[in-house]
């Protein structure tokens, strides 16, 4: 299998080996160190820690995962950047592959490793890592699935296809915690539960007035696929007609919305595009980066594991 690079917290991954940037003595560092201990419970992984004793820059030694959702923790040590400690890095990586394989692992996830307190460059230490990863996967015949796990989108690739800026959108939010709802977020409501302020269908027909899209329009000729007459009928006829996310997110695409007043349409039915659904991080991402063709948008849902959206009918 590739090596593949994901924006990810390294704790909430899952894998048959988590590899620590550990500190070659038996404490608590920081940064990796840190957040590994935390996640897999500090008395129990310091106890097995302490049990290994010293560990020499390069070297890889494994203890239990305790609360990770990994099997191992694979430890190794690097040491601080003065311009002439690649080959320290490779070990790292290297060992950790090997001890990987010893252990019977199908996954193992890496953080970046020397990128922190021991202050590596970032590309180089990247450079190294795809190196050895890349060279350990072809001699072993790629019976390993290895994840480079990065906490900033600078770590990741930026040489990307117009799919690729899609799946790194999606990285920058899903990685973070979401405070807002899935599905809805909260409005003002009047007694009767009706979204108090300018109704859902005043504005999509204001959108596509400005946008000089008529009825006849949005019913016929390239929108037709995704509009029907009754449809409209209802939305001309019924001010408070509530339609499904789905339909807000169709109607979105159709009008060619960007991203904030697509955000607006949507918050005025009772909905958004939460940071916390994929699905919905793909459409954010397409939207942002001008694609609003149905179809495309769909391919996108498909390749990230998501149900497409639906055609007005």
């Known amino acids: 299998m590739p090596l593949n690079i994901i924006r990810n917290d390294i704790t909430k991954v899952k894998a048959d080996a988590i590899v620590n940037t550990a500190n070659p003595e038996p404490v608590i560092g920081g940064g990796t160190d840190s ?25 890889a030694i494994e203890t239990a995962a305790y609360n990770l959702d990994a099997r191992f923790i694979i430890h190794t040590v690097c040491t601080v950047w003065t311009g002439r400690e690649l080959d320290i890095l490779a070990d790292c990586y290297h060992n950790s592959l090997v001890l990987a394989k010893e252990l019977g692992c199908k996954s193992v996830a890496f953080p970046l490793i020397g990128t922190g307190s021991y202050g590596f460059p970032r ?4 450079g190294v890592a795809r190196d050895i990863i ?12 290895v994840m ?31 405070s807002e709802e899935e599905y809805s977020v909260r409005r003002e409501r009047a007694p009767s539960g009706h979204i108090i302020g300018k109704s859902f269908c005043r504005r ?39 339609p499904s996310k789905y339909v807000c997110i ?8 960007d991203i904030n007043d697509a955000l607006d349409l949507m918050e005025s039915a009772g909905y958004t595009l939460s940071r916390s659904r994929i699905a919905d991080c793909v459409v954010r991402g397409c939207i942002i980066n001008g694609i609003r063709d149905y179809y495309r948008v769909n391919e996108e849902l498909k390749a990230n594991g998501c149900a497409e959206l639906k055609q007005i009918k």
């Open 134 to 145: 890349t060279r350990f996967l072809e001699e072993q015949g790629d019976t390993l699935d």
């Open 148 to 178: 480079l796990v990065v906490f900033d989108s600078e770590s990741l690739n930026s040489a990307r296809s117009i799919s690729s800026k899609i799946k790194s959108y999606i990285d920058d939010v899903y990685v973070k915690e979401a």
């Open 250 to 257: 169709v109607i979105c695409l159709v009008l060619d919305l």
């Open 204 to 242: 999509v027909f204001e959108y596509a007035d400005n946008k000089g899209i008529k009825d006849s329009e949005l019913y016929g000729g390239k929108y037709e696929l995704f509009f029907s007459k009754q449809v409209l009928s209802k939305m001309r006829n019924d001010p408070d007609y509530h």
């Open 35 to 59: 957040a590994i201990y935390v996640a897999a419970g500090k008395d129990k992984l310091l106890a097995a820690r302490r049990l290994i004793g010293r560990i020499a820059p390069g070297q």
């Open 123 to 126: 590309g180089d230490a990247i």
